[in-house]
């Protein structure tokens, strides 16, 4: 059964620095979703990967997904206060297997 | 579009009844819905996937009689949580999809805590 485990768990970082939180995964998965969830509140998609090698991005945040290494990157480009939330990757969704399976998340808090 | 809306927000309730949520995908027919558990400052858990008149399918360890599903149309899931325990306190989360393997669009949550 697909297991998906994310690193860090918790991050605390300056605004204006880079960052990345990782994304692994134990068995094949079609598709790769990343979400952000702000405290007391649902998720908000942010981005789905379809394929391998496949690049989004959306003002500072951009994912990737490498299927050969079962890896998905979030990455935080000059980071600023907004962006504190806890992100979460989640697996599966596909023809294959179309429930989610979730990570642990990631708690991100951007001080100044 | 693909908007998800949970009532109640958040309710409180004494222990030993019975407590039931609503799912409604509201501009779009929603063949799926999940149903998902989230303690504080933990992950999402799948609790169970329902579709369209039939039977819902709950996964491992979870208490199909003590959590109630009815996906009675389209449009509509409801969870109800029976005999509730302080244990059961806990932000519940619904999804939707239009059809297998498409995006599933989540609700707004709803805290439920057993007093």
């Known amino acids: 059964e697909l297991k998906v485990e994310q690193n860090p768990l918790f991050l605390s970082m300056q605004e204006g620095k880079n960052y990345t939180i990782y994304c692994n995964y134990s068995t094949t998965s079609d598709r790769l979703y990343w979400y952000r969830q702000d405290p007391g509140k649902s998720l908000e998609s942010l981005f789905v990967?379809?394929?391998?090698?496949a690049v989004k991005q959306e003002g500072r945040l951009m994912a990737s997904l490498d299927t050969k290494a079962r890896l998905s990157t979030l990455h935080i480009t000059a980071a600023v206060h907004d962006l504190s939330a806890t992100y979460f990757c989640a697996g599966g969704g596909s023809y294959n297997t179309d429930k989610l399976i979730f990570g642990t998340g990631t708690r991100l808090q951007v001080f100044p | 579009g693909a908007v998800v809306s949970q009532h109640p927000s958040w309710v409180i309730c004494k222990s030993g009844t019975s407590v039931k949520i609503e799912c409604r995908s509201l501009d779009f027919q929603a063949t799926t819905m999940f149903w998902y558990r989230q303690f504080p400052k933990q992950s999402l858990m799948l609790m169970a996937t329902?579709?369209?008149?039939?039977?819902?399918?709950?996964e491992q360890g979870v208490e199909k009689d003590k959590f109630l599903i009815n996906h009675a149309s389209l449009t509509l899931s409801t969870l109800t949580v029976t005999s509730a325990h302080p244990e059961d306190s806990s932000f519940y989360i619904c999804?939707?999809?239009?059809?297998?393997?498409?995006?599933?669009?989540f609700g707004p949550g709803t805290r439920l805590t057993v007093l």
């Open positions: 990967l379809l394929s391998n090698g």
């Open positions: 999804s939707a999809s239009k059809g297998r393997a498409d995006t599933q669009y």
């Open positions: 329902s579709n369209e008149g039939s039977k819902a399918t709950y």
